[in-house]
């Protein structure tokens, strides 16, 4: 048959039917206008995603909406439950597998979407095909929804494969449209259905038109070539005519009625049937109005306008359809995505059911109050890779995986910054509570009632008693023979720095300031700086004493009290020189050091204020003290000989001796502690003791025994005959000589020969210790 015009082509074009029972049809629409290019066809039912394709199918267009909108209705359905790890499973074919398709590129897009599993059911399908799917579902158990795309037989194929595996309520179903509201593939399997959620585009039942097709017969309707082969379905009959049913014997009467002799509903697609007659139309009319306006049916103009023009035409109708809705076209052809959500649920009267739940259109719209979950369960379960982190844990995305992550504390002095990264604190910070930001460390010092400060003060307490005691009583008896014998000068100086060896310990615990940090410095080293300044011009005045009288009889230089203070002042002046260069090259501050207890446990951390001085500083201010005590030691050590009723030289030994074993214990425990957390407390309580201690010994052994002979042996405090420097020659010639022979004399009998050569006049008083002879000596 030829097709001399177009005009001819567009009627039977005007309907694509792309079902199984119509698709003769279409090919012989094809067939009859193989001649006729560029025709525009508009569709009733097609939905697959690649016919939107606007360079391959140019001319093609539909009522119906794609499927690309029911995925991305499925996707905003996904995100609304707050699932993130699906499984997709689909029929073979174009339609499952473009649908499926479809949804895994817009959940990309979309993204916080991740694919467990993307299953296919094939054609030849069997139950052991089922059962391997389930299967495969449940190897990723936490992901729990499942989108299909599949035919009914597949939908009713899986539903019994998990019926049969035991996993009723196990999957969350999100059926696509072929799923829709049917209640044929789930039939005696309701409770494997319950809480599947389905999507159906938006069809209105179209009143009258179940009037009209119900009084079909074969008589009214002869026109419809097609009418007799369904006939035959219908009623399951056979006509005697050309029949191709081969299944029955049964005589077709001819007297059968539609919905009376059968069960009838209506076709949920007869309104996009509808809708796609009166596209085509609309289209023809408005082109004829604009080719042909005076002319009546279709003019020359119209027979020559081509498919082009038609198809600009169709893609520009507006118009409400059959079930009252927009009918549009877009730039592909394509209808606006419209759908109905249903929720297969039990109903009040214990019936099993669709509900309608929410509707798509462009936008979600879901009823969350409406839904209803397997095994009663009233939260929207889960669907996800992974639990969401704890709050101070950070997510670590397994690779390939987006959705599934591991979850790790932020340690250490580490917070949450976002989801997936831990930042380090500053250096004056650390986490809160719950790690989700950072707070200041506290800070500390050395409180006056901590146990490290209570003992050191206690001691200072004692000892600065002890020593303004001693200096009352030698300002009181300041001119009696004792104090003078002892160097009044020297003495006094002693005293100062046994003071303020004692009052370092209160500056080393008062709070930090600029002020107290500068009294540290000056008075830290300068305690300890006077009193063996003073000791070591002492121990040197006497070693100078004994070896000038080795070689003759007269007295060395500057041990006239004068040249003693003269001196112990220029050895202090050493140490203040220091001092005065260590505030030019780095003035007095306070600090924060927040590494000193910097734990490992964020919580215990905290700041130290104290003074800007550090370890090494600490030292080299007590070296030059230290130097000074090494000497006096030296000195010590070397007039061991002296005769122990001459002068201070014994006493001043046991002192230096005792310092020394002193300061040996305290250079470990003080360089010992210096990665601790308790640096702070040990270092100050360890110096301030050490210097209590130092400053102990030698007021304990150089004034205690003076001050008990001036206080209760006043009768002992007497003026003796003073010695010439001849006699101490004398005394040492002697010293010396019988430090030969000690074997060859009785215990003590050379130092009392000497006691007696030195002072003939003098005799032991009866009942006076040997210490108090030497005194009197």
């Known amino acids: 048959m030829r097709c001399d015009t177009l005009s001819r082509c567009w009627a039977a074009a005007a309907i694509r039917i792309s079902q199984s029972v119509t698709q003769r049809c279409v090919f012989g629409v094809l067939n009859i206008c193989i001649c006729c290019p560029q025709i525009p066809q508009i569709s009733y039912a097609s939905t697959a995603p690649e016919l939107s394709d606007d360079r391959r199918y140019d001319f093609f267009s539909r009522v119906v909406p794609p499927d690309s909108f029911q995925a991305q209705a499925m996707v905003d359905i996904v995100k609304a439950m707050a699932w993130n790890y699906v499984s997709t499973v689909a029929s073979e074919g174009s339609y499952g597998e473009k649908g499926v398709e479809a949804f895994m590129q817009l959940s990309r897009e979309a993204g916080g979407i991740c694919i467990a599993q993307s299953l296919k059911i094939p054609h030849d399908r069997k139950q052991a095909d089922f059962d391997k799917v389930v299967r495969q579902l449940l190897e990723t158990r936490h992901a729990r929804a499942v989108v299909t795309f599949a035919s009914d037989e597949d939908i009713r194929g899986i539903l019994n494969a998990t019926k049969r595996a035991n996993q009723v309520g196990r999957f969350l179903w999100i059926g696509s449209d072929s799923w829709g509201a049917k209640l044929s593939p789930l039939q005696q399997l309701e409770d494997a259905a ?14 009258g038109f179940d009037t009209y097709f119900t009084s079909r017969t074969l008589e009214n309707n002869r026109r419809n070539v097609w009418f007799a082969e369904f006939w035959e379905e219908n009623f399951d009959c056979k006509l005697m005519s050309f029949s191709k ?24 697609k007869v309104q996009f049937v509808i809708d796609a007659v009166y596209a085509m139309a609309h289209a023809l009319h408005n082109m004829q ?12 103009e119209m027979e020559l306008a081509g498919g082009k023009k038609l198809l600009k035409y169709i893609r520009s109708v507006r118009f409400n359809g059959s079930a009252g809705s927009s009918v549009t076209f877009n730039k592909n052809g394509d209808a606006p995505g419209r759908y109905d959500l249903f929720q297969y649920q039990l109903n009040g009267n214990s019936s099993w059911g669709y509900k309608l739940v929410g509707q798509w259109m462009d936008s979600l719209q879901l009823n969350m109050e409406d839904l209803q979950w397997p095994n009663g369960e009233v939260e929207v379960p889960r669907s996800v890779c992974s639990l969401p982190c704890r709050i101070g844990e950070r997510k670590k995305t397994v690779k390939g995986v987006p959705c599934c992550w591991h979850c790790e504390l932020c340690d250490g002095y580490q917070y949450q ?34 146990p490290w400060a209570i ?6 307490i004692l000892g600065i008693t002890a020593t303004i005691f001693v200096m009352a009583t030698f300002i009181r008896y300041n001119d009696t023979p004792i104090v003078r014998a002892s160097g009044r000068e020297l003495s006094y100086v002693l005293l100062t720095g046994i003071f303020l060896c004692y009052i370092i310990t209160f500056l080393m615990i008062a709070m930090p300031d600029v002020a107290i940090c500068s009294f540290r410095r000056i008075f830290l080293g300068l305690g300890m700086c006077i009193s063996y300044a003073a000791l070591l011009t002492k121990t040197n005045r006497i070693y100078r004493i004994f070896e000038q009288g080795k070689k003759s009889v007269a007295a060395p230089r500057l041990i006239s009290p004068t040249s003693q203070l003269a001196i112990t002042s220029s050895l202090i002046s050493v140490q203040l020189m220091g001092v005065l260069i260590w505030f030019g090259v780095d003035p007095p501050n306070t600090i924060i050091d927040y590494d000193e ?25 007590l070296g030059y003290s230290i130097l000074l005590m090494v000497t006096c030691t030296v000195y010590a050590i070397k007039t061991r000989g002296v005769p122990e009723d001459f002068n201070e030289a014994k006493p001043i030994g046991f002192t230096m001796y005792t310092t020394c ?7 470990p425990i003080f360089f010992g502690t210096a990665q601790s957390a308790e640096k702070l407390y040990i270092q100050t309580t360890t110096l301030t003791i050490s210097m209590n201690l130092s400053a102990s010994v030698a007021l304990g052994l150089l004034y205690m025994p003076k001050v008990y002979v001036i206080i209760f042996h006043p009768e002992l405090n007497v003026q003796k005959r003073k010695r ?10 002697m010293t010396s000589r019988l430090s030969h022979k000690p074997s060859e004399r009785p215990n003590g009998e050379a130092k009392t020969e000497l006691c007696e050569n030195t002072d003939s006049t003098s005799k032991r008083k009866p009942g006076l210790s040997r210490s108090m002879q030497l005194i009197v000596c």
């Open 194 to 207: 319950v809480g599947a959620i389905t999507i159906l585009p938006k069809r209105a039942t179209i009143e």
């Open 245 to 268: 049913k081969e299944d029955t014997s049964r005589k077709c009467t001819g007297q059968e009625r539609i919905g009376i002799d059968s069960q009838y509903e209506q076709e949920g």
């Open 289 to 300: 109005k604009d080719l042909c306006p005076d002319t009546p049916g279709v003019c020359p």
């Open 417 to 450: 910054y976002d989801e997936t990264t831990c930042r380090l604190c500053s250096y004056n910070m650390r986490p809160n509570d719950n790690r989700t930001g950072c707070q200041p460390i506290p800070v500390v010092k050395l409180e006056w009632h901590s």
């Open 455 to 460: 003992i050191p003060v206690f001691l200072a």
């Open 597 to 621: 207890q910097k734990t490992s446990n964020p919580s215990q951390a905290r700041g130290v204020l104290k003074c800007d001085i550090t370890d090494l500083q600490i030292i080299c201010s």
């Open 661 to 667: 074993i002193v300061w040996l214990a305290f250079i």
């Open 724 to 733: 010439s420097f001849k006699a101490v020659v004398t005394a040492a010639t």
